[in-house]
């Protein structure tokens, strides 16, 4: 299981705090949506080579551990 405390960062005076890997300034949403449209994992190093296999695998745990505790993050609704 990867450990993406070490990998990712949010700080609020990077790209008004999203998610990034540590060290740079690319946010994770961009490797995630690479992922999502199915870039294979190598070709998006090709892209960022600042990144490792690691750092995209620390990515998906921690996309999958925001959805697995959405309910715990407060969420707007159109329905006010």
Known sequence: MTN??????????ILLGKPIFKGTRIPLYVVLDLLAEGTPVKKIIKFYPD??????????????????????????????
């Open 51 to 80: 990144l490792t296999e690691e750092d995209i695998r620390a990515a998906m745990r921690f996309a999958s551990d925001t959805a697995r505790h959405i309910a715990e993050i407060k969420l707007e609704t159109a329905h006010r």
């Open 4 to 13: 993406y405390h070490a990998r990712i960062e949010i700080n609020p005076k």
